[in-house]
């Protein structure tokens, strides 16, 4: 009787989720710390209830704004950028084909290939998609890392707005007198979480994730309330 062998279940690396991770990461990270922020300031120059709100809900849609501009601005410049070297690659392809193969064969041999397998490797990929084994190989350039302008920008704005949302709701349902000290508490543990999320889900160790972010999250906070009281309206 022939035997089966299952096939082996698809190997997924840390490597492959840093990309959207990194940006998730710091889309939250600055949603928190920045709108908390905001919020403490307020709430330590003796603002109303109503205000303490309004500065949170105007952090929140600001920044999201603010980090969807950005990204897009940003991942468009990189678009454009590989538009014009699949363009400049794509000239070259056209009126250079040996100069390429060499040139793709020499990246091969620089990986350990000898000579001849490197040549016959570049020609073979090259039959099949030159331009694309180029852009991969030679660029650095895949579907997987290419840019996307609009992808990004909705992303960033999704994770600032996830993060900015947590203080903005322990303002909103915190009694007018420890606004700040809920909002701190609050926007502390959700940093926490967020940095032993991020330390997980790339594969490292939590603990000085967590330390990390809790530290500068202390700092900001202390520093916006410290301003908060010089310049606030006493009452």
Do not use: C
Not at 118 to 145: F, N, P, W
């Amino acid at each position: 009787m022939e035997s089966r062998t299952a096939p082996r279940p698809k190997e997924v690396h840390a490597t492959s989720r840093l990309g959207w991770l990194r940006a998730a990461v710091l889309g939250a990270n600055d949603g928190i710390l920045s709108t908390s922020s905001l919020i403490i300031g307020v709430a330590s120059a003796h603002a109303t209830q109503a205000s303490i709100l309004l500065a949170g809900i105007s952090s929140l849609v600001a920044g999201a704004m603010s980090m969807a501009a950005g990204e897009y601005v940003s991942v468009s410049s990189q678009a454009d950028s590989e538009k014009a070297d699949l363009a400049r690659e794509k000239k070259e392809l056209g009126s250079s084909w040996d100069a390429e193969v060499s040139e793709l064969a020499g990246i091969y041999r620089q990986r350990g290939l000898d000579d001849i397998l490197a040549r016959k490797v570049a020609l073979q990929l090259m039959k099949h998609d030159a331009l694309g084994a180029h852009a991969r190989d030679e660029l650095g350039i895949s579907e997987a890392t290419a840019a996307r302008p609009v992808q990004a920008a909705f992303a960033s704005a999704g994770a600032f707005s996830s993060g900015a949302i947590l203080p903005v709701l322990a303002a909103l349902l915190s009694p007018a007198g420890v606004v700040s000290w809920t909002v701190s508490a609050i926007s502390l543990l959700g940093l926490a979480v967020l940095g032993v999320v991020g330390a997980r889900a790339g594969g490292a160790d939590p603990l000085r994730p967590a330390i990390r972010v809790i530290f500068w999250g202390i700092m900001a906070m202390a520093v916006t309330a410290a301003i908060g009281r010089i310049f606030g309206v006493q009452t």
